[in-house]
């Protein structure tokens, strides 16, 4: 009996150390934020995509975002910035980039900064860093990303589809992320981004508003009082219920870069491009129920101002054109294959689906090239209620 009691003595220890070796390890993976933050977000996994939600203030939700994803930060500021400015004088780059963004930072409105600084304050880099590391791109100009929308006629399943190729040298292999905002008196919403870059490359808002974003090029004179364009999506995401308020919250300023944005609204059964130049603008309706975009303006009223497509951005128009058009009737697997096709997928750092009607998304980082199904009205529905 004596014998019995030591063993089951001796298989309890056991199993305490092992729940306290488990809860370490738990708690190190997480990577919790310490103190009443904690309050404030919520953080998980689906499978490989990280999914940080967030409803606290701006500067609370800033360090919240750096302390999470510290080392990412940090390898993707090395990664982008210093091979960015590698040259014989590169503090002078630096120099000129600000210059060049300076004005569009003194337009930013003041809880966005308080944001940038928080984030730069929990990942642990310079505040300079984070500001070009979310803004270079205003200052470049390379053909970046392919859009892709289905009218809902033209689906296999009857809801308007939205896809997007996002494309940059710099970034290839970088973690992608899914932020969700809920901040009280906002309109809760998804940004695909990048550790550190808190705006939406492609977007959607519990509204079912959907947005994609392309660069482009103009030859318009750069304008004094521009803005820049991914604080507008995110604002934008934020505001609106309704395609045409999304549109004008998008068209009423002057920009730093062209830009092509894929606009698409589920309950209203719409899609528009936004062709974007510095200070004119223009957009297109879907033609046999397809709009697609690459990085050129196309619209007639933006001709004068348009630069010639490289080879680059026709090829993938086209090749999307081709494939697309060659299906009388489109599915989300569809538009998968149609991302990873080895002649739109270039210099691609994340693919993604959506549709709009059930706000369900479809995401491929590029070093995994397998798609994950990330139920996003799931998502924006379980904020806490204020």
Known sequence: MIRKIAILLRKSRCLVLSLIVATLITWTQTRPVQGKEQNNYRSFQIYELPVLMLWGGPAESGRIHGKLFRAEIQRLVHQVLEKKFLGPNPQALRAEMRRYLQSGLARLPSSLVAELQGLAQGAGVRLEDIYLLNFFAEAILYPACSSLGVEAVRSSNGHELIAHNLDWPYLQGTPVILLAYGPPGSIPYVALTLPGIPFPTMGLNQAGLGIALNSSFSEEPLPTNGQFILPRLRQALAEAEKLTRLQRLLTQWPRFHAWNVLLASGPEHRLLLLELGLQHWSSRRPQYNLLISTNHLI???????????????????????????????????????????????????????????????????????????VDVKKILQSFPKR
């Open 299 to 373: 619209s007639p009223a933006l001709r004068p101002i348009a630069q010639p497509p490289d080879d680059s951005s026709r090829r993938r128009y086209y090749r999307m054109l081709h494939l697309a058009g060659g299906k009388s009737k489109l599915s989300v697997a569809d538009l998968e294959d149609i991302l990873l096709d080895a002649q739109v997928w270039d210099d691609t750092v994340y693919s993604a689906v959506c549709d709009l009607n059930t706000l369900r998304l479809s995401v491929c980082p590029s070093h995994s090239r397998t798609y994950i199904p």
